[in-house]
């Protein structure tokens, strides 16, 4: 439970910093999206994970970075 908590504050805390703009691709187990960063103005792609498609172990490596 506390590993979904985590992935919801940092999805809060993304949301925040990254402001998106439109779908520029998409895969089995994820989607892109062209972005900007809102603290250096800069274009970003976003890469959007389906988390159902991870294991807990990925999960847990993702969230170390």
């Known amino acids: ?3 979904m908590m985590t992935l919801a504050r940092k999805k809060k805390d993304l949301e925040l910093l990254l402001q998106t703009s439109h779908k520029i691709g998409q895969g089995n187990f994820s989607q892109v999206f062209k972005g900007v960063d ?3 103005g800069m274009h970003v792609a976003i890469k959007v994970i389906k988390y159902s498609s991870l294991t807990t172990k990925v999960a847990e490596q993702l ?3």
């Open 1 to 3: 439970r506390s590993l």
């Open 38 to 40: 809102q603290t250096t």
């Open 63 to 65: 969230l170390k970075n």
